[in-house]
């Protein structure tokens, strides 16, 4: 892996998103059962909603990218602006990664969630193609990923600072912060 750290404010902005990057998606995802064409398009439209509903939130301006960019695949093929590789920014791709896991191994009402080793092999599989493969070799070299008897919810303030520091020290290419621009 090539590149510099994740900044000291990029892990700090790390421990909170999961709580705000998928802000506008709840009513939907709660829905037992597949979700139509139209449902789908709305779920798609969430990094966005998000996005302009933290825009008006003092002290919120940091998280803005990740919000919006959080679902953009490694590949191109994400929403909401079809970005690849790493000109999406670094703790957008590490909040995907951390999200798609939290996704899959979370019970929905139409679906139990995977097991902790079924979620890993899907996740080394989207790498590449959803997920930036160096966050996902972090991710899954984890210890408190990778050796987990039980799968409980991940995506939470410790789980994201556990993440965004492990790919700081495995040397993936930083992301720099608005503020740091600021400054």
């Not at 939907?28 to 139509?36: C, H, P």
């Not at 002290?59 to 803005?64: C, K, M």
């Amino acid at each position: 892996m090539v590149g510099l750290s994740i900044p000291f404010r990029g892990i700090q902005l790390l421990q909170t998103p999961g709580d705000h990057a998928n802000t506008s998606s709840f009513g939907v995802l709660q829905k037992a059962g597949r979700l139509t064409n139209e449902e789908f398009a709305l779920i798609q439209q969430h990094p966005t909603i998000g996005r302009r509903i933290l825009e008006g939130v003092q002290g919120f301006e940091d998280y803005l990218p990740i919000v919006e960019l959080h679902h953009e695949n490694w590949d191109g093929s994400g929403y909401p602006l079809g970005l690849r590789g790493e000109t999406v920014p670094l703790c957008a791709r590490i909040v995907h990664v951390a999200d798609v896991y939290d996704a899959i191994t979370s019970d929905r009402p139409y679906r139990l969630g995977m097991d902790n080793g079924e979620a890993l092999r899907l996740i080394e599989d989207s790498a590449g193609k959803q997920l930036d493969p160096s966050i996902v070799s972090v991710f899954v070299s984890l210890p408190e990923i990778r050796d987990r008897s039980h799968v409980t919810a991940w995506a939470d303030e410790t789980g994201f600072r556990q993440l965004s520091e492990a790919v700081s020290n495995a040397g993936v290419q930083a992301w720099q912060v608005s503020m740091e621009k600021q400054a």
